[in-house]
């Protein structure tokens, strides 16, 4: 018997609660960014809105014209002398920071240039033409008009009002209205992550909250032993997780139930079989010394009387296994020297299979606390099975030492390989694998269900461990004393 390759872990998935984190983060991350987006148009629109109602009030857009087309250009609406920077003025009364870019371009009736501002962008030129005569249309002599024009300085904002005395278009760069949005841009940039964090934090710690009366279920479930089925749930939780409670709790008593009966009734067999048993086994023998040795008769009362003996030893390994089940094992606790245990019943190895190569490496003095009786039936079915399930002419290793306040005992063999499933289920009451029953080996399949549950009565514990390919290596853990 030889430890099995396992299954490659699945990938893990996340925890719910780590889900509702994630979740709310991503949904609320969702909501901010759609919120930036739009309040960002918003906010965008309005600011361009202002701006465009100020470069169509009447005061910017003021009458122009004097003796001899002299131009006058006042904010108020008054006539007088034409500012000396006409774009600072118009930056004032735009709102717009001394640093803006404000352009100026005044023609006359004529389509003469009065005034055109230093740096005027060359794409604003075919829309500020004046394409109307002195006796055009009234309509069109008092029209205004707004666009935006694309240039290699950026975009501008072009505001273009025609009057019977000529035509006036003011240009107002948009790059600080972009910068202005741009630092909006970062605000969000910088406060949507820390948002998004307290979001996914504050989710975190609800979740939590929430589930928090699942806790105990899971605890309960992981706990759940022959030993602890008796054992309840309090049903003041939560109203969502009362029906999953008080589902459990059923569950648990219905299992009680059940293995309640089972138990008693293989207890209850067992009992009932030992003395019939035990009279059956005294007839026997006694039949034995009575008839002639050798004959027929004797050999077919010794067969007989081996099969008595085999169900005796079933009897009572069922026996104490309804009694650990039940929690009830008798175990008469009393120091016992380990080493000489393992020792002896090594001797016994040499008998049952004198073709195998034995080795051991017992550490002496390595003591216990329990029953003698028991330990020495677990040491027995472990190095019987490594002598039964061998291969021929192979070996045995064996090897007892102290470590962290227990005892571990490893017994390897040689052996074939047990396919997955057969791992799986080495432990299980009255299981042989495809190797036992091939062969004409003893036992039933209770020996080692039996001897796990004699060191998990004793504290320990017994496994199969990971071993090389053609090997078996069992491992009993025991508490020293």
Known sequence: MSQSPTNPPSRRQLSLRLRLALWSAALAGGALLGFALLSGWLIYQAKLDSLDARLQSAGLLARFGGPGDRPTFLPDGDRGDFPADPEAALARDLGLPASAEVRLLLTNRAGEVVYQSPQWPSALTSISGYAGRPDGDRSRRRSRHLTTVRSADGPWRVAVRTTPLGQLAIAANLNTLRQEMATLRRIYLLTIPGLLLAIGGG?????????????????????????????????????????????????????????????????????ELKTPLTILQGELERAMQQVETGSAVQQTLGQLLSQVHQLSSIVRKLLLLSL????????????VDFSALVQDQLEDLSLLAPDLAVSAEIEPG???????????????????????????????????CRKSAQAHLTIANATTSLTTTEASRLFDR????????????????????????????????????????????????????
């Open 430 to 481: 009255f299981y042989r694998g495809e190797t036992a029953r091939a062969h004409p080996t003893e036992g039933l399949g209770l020996g080692l269900s039996l001897a796990r549950e004699i060191a998990r009565a004793h504290g320990g514990d017994l496994v199969l461990t990971p071993s090389p390919a053609n090997e078996a290596r069992f491992g009993l853990h025991l508490p020293t004393s």
């Open 366 to 400: 390595v003591r216990v606390a329990g029953d003698r009786d028991l330990l020495s039936q677990v040491v027995q079915n472990l190095i019987t099975n490594a002598a039964k399930y061998n291969l021929p002419q192979g070996w045995v290793r064996v090897q007892l």
């Open 203 to 271: 989710a975190w710690g609800l979740a939590g909250q929430g589930l928090r009366p699942v806790r105990p279920l899971s605890q309960s479930i992981c706990q759940g032993t022959a030993q602890g089925l008796n054992q309840r749930l309090p049903a003041d939780s939560d109203l969502e997780f009362v029906p999953l409670i008080t589902a459990f709790n059923a569950m648990l008593e219905r299992l009680e139930r059940s293995f309640h009966q089972a138990s008693r009734f293989s207890g209850d067999a067992a009992h």
């Open 324 to 335: 650990a089940d039940a929690g009830q094992m008798s175990i008469q606790r009393q120091p």
